[in-house]
């Protein structure tokens, strides 16, 4: 290829090249998740998650894509499930979902601790996720699950003050 074929097609090419550029650029920033700050909020925007006083992106992140699943929620079990999964980020926890009743769906969220602005979110985003008029009822803990005093696993009556305390007859 002559010297002047390649000035040429360097010349064609190169507002496409710039074009590329733009995509990639518009891609990363418009992104949940490649996004930051300001741009991570005009995410949240398009589907209408404030980000109110959650401080870090990583958080924002995950409200943002739990609002998302709450837009596209058909109100069943799994989706319920899927909300809570996003918005805590916790892949070792535990998320039960029973309907004991009619329109009544109880959720409850195991082996994990959760701050009182995580459940109030999490109570927020899932009572937009069930149909209207079903009741939602969610357990959580706001301590170490281990600390629960529990009979079967403990710290129970064999543990602490109450261990050994049949020995006194």
């Given amino acids: ?24 650029d518009f891609r990363t920033k418009r992104s ?17 998650q404030a980000r109110g006083a959650i401080a870090d ?3 924002y992140r995950r409200y943002i894509q739990a609002r998302a699943a ?8 799994e989706d ?11 892949g070792t926890a535990v ?14 969220v195991t082996s994990t601790t959760i701050d009182q602005a995580t459940a109030d979110a999490l109570l927020d985003l899932l009572g937009q996720a069930v149909s209207g008029g079903v009741r939602l009822e ?18 129970g009556y064999d543990v602490g003050h109450y261990a050994g305390a049949g020995d006194n007859t």
């Fill in 32 to 48: 949940v998740r490649t996004s930051v700050g300001q741009q991570l909020e005009i995410v949240g925007s398009y589907v209408k």
């Fill in 70 to 77: 709450v837009d596209r929620s058909s109100g069943v079990p």
């Fill in 57 to 59: 992106d990583d958080t």
């Fill in 95 to 108: 998320i039960k979902v029973a309907s004991p009743g009619i329109a009544t769906f109880t959720v409850d």
């Fill in 138 to 155: 969610l357990t959580y803990a706001l301590v170490a699950p281990t600390a629960v005093f529990r009979y079967d696993t403990g710290p």
């Fill in 1 to 24: 290829m002559s010297n002047a074929n390649e000035r040429l097609l360097a010349i064609l090419v190169s507002p496409f090249q710039k074009l590329q550029a733009v995509i990639n």
């Fill in 80 to 90: 319920l499930i899927r909300v809570a999964q996003l918005v805590l980020g916790d």
